[in-house]
């Protein structure tokens, strides 16, 4: 299964992608595991799923320490700002897979 963190400021707006990607990862039938958390979650060293996710999604309030992410995690993208604006999950999967497929990581 690959795994997709979703990180936002503080963890709200987050969960709330997380929630509507997952639905729709299911009903097209997508073998992604979406997981939200906050920025400093995700940088902090006790959060094995920043380090160990196939892909990190930044939400662009965030962009401004792309840099401590990326230490975390070399597979780590910005969200465009119609996606995470519109929390649109169906949106969110096309643009994780197409991140994923740049990694080779979707199986």
């Given at each position: 299964?690959?795994?997709?963190?979703?990180?936002?400021?503080?963890?709200?707006?987050?969960?709330?992608?997380?929630?509507?990607?997952?639905?729709?990862?299911?009903a097209y039938r997508v073998d992604i595991t979406f997981e939200a958390?906050?920025?400093?979650?995700?940088?902090?060293?006790?959060?094995?799923?920043?380090?160990?996710?196939?892909?990190?999604?930044?939400?662009?309030?965030?962009?401004?320490?792309?840099?401590a992410l990326k230490a975390v995690n070399s597979r780590l993208e910005?969200?465009?700002?119609?996606?995470?604006?519109?929390?649109?999950?169906?949106?969110?999967?096309?643009?994780?897979?197409?991140?994923?497929?740049?990694?080779?990581?979707?199986?």
């Open positions: 299964m690959t795994t997709v963190l979703i990180v936002c400021g503080s963890g709200i707006t987050s969960q709330l992608l997380q929630e509507t990607a997952q639905r729709s990862a299911e958390t906050s920025f400093a979650a995700a940088t902090s060293d006790s959060l094995e799923s920043a380090e160990n996710a196939d892909l990190v999604l930044v939400a662009p309030q965030v962009g401004y320490d792309y840099a910005k969200i465009p700002d119609n996606i995470y604006a519109w929390v649109n999950g169906e949106s969110l999967i096309k643009f994780a897979m197409t991140e994923l497929d740049k990694n080779k990581v979707v199986g």
